[in-house]
């Protein structure tokens, strides 16, 4: 049996929450599936844990490959993700289909919830959302910096956020909020998530396996189902 140690963002998270079981019955070996938000995981690769997979934007692999630290063998696209906006299951659903709609919807809010600005891409772009609709000063206090999987999106579920904005998946696979929908089309950000085996890994040859195994067709409707869309790439 061998371990294979994954660390990826909270987007995934949904995903390997199911797949990850199947890997393991399928091959028996054991899958250490780690989350943190991208800069903990940058500063993890930079302390030198032991990792087997990273799964993170591929821009962020490519120069992972170009400094040596990701191979270039045995990588791969899997899935893209957009941003979108959560609130309280069995409240109002705001309108959110435009700009302005989104803007109404954020002005009204009590408590707007979305990942630090500095430790995750949908951080950066709901950061940047709120300033080009010219908010950030407006809700001032009432936004509140809280990652997904360090609470942001529970907040949304227990009332303490009104509205929040993070990946769809992360959304989607929470109990106690509803997806009011994908963030307009001009303020969105849609990330490539990809997977690539660490150079410095002891485990290789079942990390390009597993690898394989997560963009499989079963496996790419797992991630579908999860609020993903699979790149044209990979079809």
Same mark, same amino acid.
């Given at each position: 049996m061998?371990?294979?140690?994954?660390?990826?963002?909270?987007?995934?998270?949904?995903?390997?929450?199911? =797949?990850?079981?199947?890997?393991?019955?399928?091959?028996?070996?054991?899958?250490?599936?780690?989350?943190?938000?991208?800069?903990?995981?940058?500063?993890?690769?930079?302390?030198?844990?032991?990792?087997?997979?990273?799964?993170?934007?591929?821009?962020m692999l490519d120069d992972y490959e170009k400094a040596g630290v990701v191979l270039a063998a045995g990588r791969a696209a899997l899935a893209n993700i957009g941003l979108g906006v959560g609130v309280k299951a069995g409240g109002t659903i705001p309108d959110i289909s435009t700009p302005e709609a989104l803007r109404r919807a954020l002005q009204v809010a009590q408590a707007v919830v979305h990942a630090p600005p500095t430790a995750t891409p949908s951080g950066a772009q709901s950061d940047k959302v709120l300033r080009e609709l010219g908010l950030r000063d407006e809700l001032g206090s009432r936004v509140q910096h809280i990652a997904g999987l360090a609470g942001g999106v529970a907040a949304i579920a227990s009332g303490e956020g009104t509205i929040g904005i993070f990946p769809k998946s992360e959304?989607?696979?929470?109990?106690?909020?509803?997806?009011?929908?994908?963030?307009?089309?001009? =303020?969105?950000?849609?990330? =490539?998530?990809?997977?690539?085996?660490?150079?410095?890994?002891?485990?290789?040859?079942?990390?390009?396996?597993?690898?394989?195994?997560?963009?499989?067709?079963e496996s790419r409707k797992v991630w579908t189902a999860c609020g993903f869309d699979v790149p044209d790439a990979t079809r």
């Amino acid at each position: 049996m061998v371990t294979i140690t994954s660390i990826a963002g909270g987007a995934p998270k949904p995903v390997f929450d199911r =797949l990850g079981p199947l890997y393991e019955q399928r091959t028996g070996n054991r899958l250490n599936a780690l989350y943190d938000t991208m800069s903990g995981i940058q500063a993890r690769v930079s302390k030198g844990d032991a990792l087997d997979v990273l799964l993170m934007p591929v821009s962020m692999l490519d120069d992972y490959e170009k400094a040596g630290v990701v191979l270039a063998a045995g990588r791969a696209a899997l899935a893209n993700i957009g941003l979108g906006v959560g609130v309280k299951a069995g409240g109002t659903i705001p309108d959110i289909s435009t700009p302005e709609a989104l803007r109404r919807a954020l002005q009204v809010a009590q408590a707007v919830v979305h990942a630090p600005p500095t430790a995750t891409p949908s951080g950066a772009q709901s950061d940047k959302v709120l300033r080009e609709l010219g908010l950030r000063d407006e809700l001032g206090s009432r936004v509140q910096h809280i990652a997904g999987l360090a609470g942001g999106v529970a907040a949304i579920a227990s009332g303490e956020g009104t509205i929040g904005i993070f990946p769809k998946s992360e959304i989607v696979a929470f109990d106690g909020v509803t997806l009011a929908g994908a963030l307009p089309p001009s =303020l969105q950000l849609n990330i =490539l998530y990809g997977a690539g085996i660490v150079a410095a890994s002891p485990a290789a040859g079942p990390a390009a396996d597993f690898i394989r195994f997560l963009i499989e067709p079963e496996s790419r409707k797992v991630w579908t189902a999860c609020g993903f869309d699979v790149p044209d790439a990979t079809r």
